[in-house]
């Protein structure tokens, strides 16, 4: 059993920044990929960044050079900086690991970027 835990979501006014914060527990391989996706309303679900166990990084076009991700494997935690926040960033987004060809997902956190 695989669990994720997020944090850090809210309403924030465009030009501003959040950190997404995700704690993952139960029996988790060494060798994995966490990463962030999100998904706005009639919109499918779509990556914003992921990292590897070993450090490889991976961002969508649309928040490169506004966003990190990074994550603290002893802690089985990843983080995703979201800065210069746009209106078209407003999404639930939700958490992920992936291991020996599963996915686990978060419950999501709402992210709204007011005008």
């Known amino acids: 059993q695989v669990q994720l835990v997020e944090s850090g979501g809210g309403l924030v006014q465009a030009g501003g920044s959040l950190r997404l914060s995700c704690a993952a527990s139960?029996?988790?391989?060494?060798?994995?990929?966490m990463g962030w996706y999100r998904q706005a309303p009639g919109k499918q679900r779509e990556l914003v960044a992921a990292?590897?166990?070993?450090?490889?990084?991976n961002y969508a076009d649309s928040v490169k050079g506004r966003c990190a991700i990074s994550r603290d494997n002893a802690k089985n935690t990843v983080y995703l900086q979201l800065n210069d926040l746009k209106p078209e960033d407003t999404a639930v987004y939700y958490c992920?690991?992936?291991?020996?060809?599963?996915?686990?997902w978060g419950q999501g956190t709402q992210v709204t970027v007011s005008s």
């Open positions: 139960g029996s988790i391989a060494r060798t994995n990929t």
């Open positions: 992920n690991i992936n291991f020996w060809a599963d996915n686990y």
């Open positions: 990292i590897t166990s070993g450090g490889t990084l």
